[in-house]
């Protein structure tokens, strides 16, 4: 049977770096489910889904991971699949719908970009999603405009995992969001992992451009970087920015993600050599993440408020058509 296992060391950082700044319901905008059966070239196309620990990924392996990583806390999140390049879409389509249907919470549907927008209607009606959640290329080449006029249609949200080495610091990516959040306006854009901005230069590029509006929202997942969130929290409209984990597989890592020149990469425990016969003392890709956040906000006196929404109450606006609870009200469970 597995479990999830904290260090004293995990506990540590987790009640003095983050724990102060949590409020007591936290709401996790971008996490996935991933069961291997739809994903027949796993070890292949995911190499970190290896570790047992991060494979298998159902409902209550996620909720698992987040009781935890989050002593103390009522988690509750958007669900999405996990978009490996073979993945079974209508297998785990299916199972995350059922999922959060028994939660009553939102949930993306992966979409590629060949599928004829006739069965991703017929999907979005049968399936009732909240988001869409297309693969990797440029902005219309992942999600065509067709696929983004049905969002546009049934008021969805479409997650955006932007491409090219740089992210949203991309001139064409910038000159694309521009347009589309123009053209699209009751489609919701969400820029996942701050735009794929994981280093501070990048960050502050496409600051320079990316333009404030009401259907334009950034998540924080697996940016491990308190560079980025310095500029994003000091130079960005806080209100559409969404705290997310990008638990399981890709954040229940040791390691983090790391910038070297300029560029980041993936750093897990394994990778480090320590002089001296240090021993290795690592915590997991999704504390690095909240440490990095944590510290930000700290650094840049956010209020009491101001944290409530990061953590909570922007996901709630977002999900409920900008209808916001009030402090306590908990999602649907």
């Not at 990924?57 to 988690?75: C, Q, Y």
């Not at 806080?238 to 890709?250: C, E, H, K, P, Q």
């Not at 050599?273 to 930000?296: D, H, V």
């Amino acid at each position: 049977m597995r479990n999830v296992q904290l260090t004293e060391f995990d506990l540590e950082i987790y009640e003095r770096e983050i724990r102060p700044l949590l409020p007591e319901q936290v709401f996790d905008a971008h996490c996935h489910l991933l069961i291997n059966q739809f994903h027949p070239r796993l070890a292949e196309t995911l190499p970190l889904a290896l570790d047992p620990l991060l494979n298998e990924v159902d409902l209550p392996w996620l909720e698992a991971w987040w009781r935890a990583l989050f002593p103390g806390i009522e988690v509750s999140g958007m669900l999405m699949g996990f978009p490996t390049l073979d993945v079974d879409m209508a297998g785990e389509n299916g199972m995350v719908a059922r999922s959060a249907n028994e939660k009553g919470w939102p949930f993306a549907l992966l979409v590629r970009p060949e599928m004829p927008a006739v069965d991703l209607e017929r999907d979005i009606q049968s399936l009732n999603p909240s988001v869409l959640k297309p693969a990797q290329a440029s902005i219309t080449d992942m999600l065509p405009e067709e696929q983004i006029a049905l969002a546009d249609k049934y008021g969805l949200a479409v997650m955006l995992h932007v491409s090219k080495p740089r992210g949203m610091a991309d001139a064409e990516n910038l000159d694309d969001i521009t347009r589309l959040i123009r053209d699209y306006p009751h489609c919701q854009f969400i820029l996942a992992h701050c735009g794929r901005c994981f280093i501070p230069p990048n960050m502050d590029d496409a600051l320079k451009r990316l333009p404030a509006a009401e259907n334009l929202w950034l998540d924080t997942s697996a940016v491990c970087d308190i560079g980025v969130f310095l500029s994003l929290f000091s130079r960005y409209d806080r209100s559409r920015i969404l705290f997310g984990t990008d638990l399981v597989t890709a954040a229940a890592f040791r390691g983090s993600y790391v910038r070297l020149g300029m560029s980041w990469h993936v750093c897990t425990d394994a990778m480090v050599a320590r002089a001296g016969g240090m021993a290795a003392k690592s915590t997991f890709a999704a504390y690095e993440s909240l440490c990095a956040l944590c510290y930000a906000v700290r650094f840049l006196g956010l209020s009491e408020a101001e944290r409530w929404d990061l953590f909570f109450q922007n996901a709630a606006q977002l999900y409920r058509a900008g209808a916001a609870l009030p402090r306590g009200e908990a999602l649907p469970s």
